[in-house]
């Protein structure tokens, strides 16, 4: 599977962006899919995912600002960010795994500035 990440940039504090990731693969065929975030000198961590069965878990610093959608004609996952803070600032990592493979596109940088 070969993921395409785009849409980072940079956003003022309580701006929004909308990340994309483009699937090589057919995402009805992908079980998880979504991104990860990797500030400088933190671990990688979990933002959002969507899973095959609808369901949809994000990280409890991002809950009620960001949103994760699936475009099933495009084979694309979608991060809407709204509601940017300075410490949304990282790389974004688009992720999927197909059964317990795991995936990573290449980073986006989202850098909120002011």
């Known amino acids: 599977v070969q993921l395409q990440a785009s849409g980072g940039g940079l956003v003022l504090p309580g701006g929004s962006l909308r990340l994309s990731c483009a699937s090589s693969?057919?995402?009805?065929?992908?079980?998880?899919m979504g991104w990860y975030r990797q500030a400088p000198g933190k671990q990688r961590e979990l933002v959002a995912v969507s899973a095959s069965d609808g369901s949809t878990t994000f990280d409890g610093s991002v809950k009620g600002r960001f949103s994760i959608s699936r475009d099933n004609a495009n084979d694309t996952v979608y991060l809407e960010m709204n509601s940017l803070k300075l410490e949304d600032t990282a790389v974004y990592y688009c992720?999927?795994?197909?059964?317990?493979?795991?995936?990573w596109g290449q980073g986006t940088q989202v850098t909120v500035s002011s």
């Open positions: 992720y999927a795994r197909v059964n317990t493979l795991p995936y």
């Open positions: 693969r057919s995402i009805f065929t992908i079980n998880r």
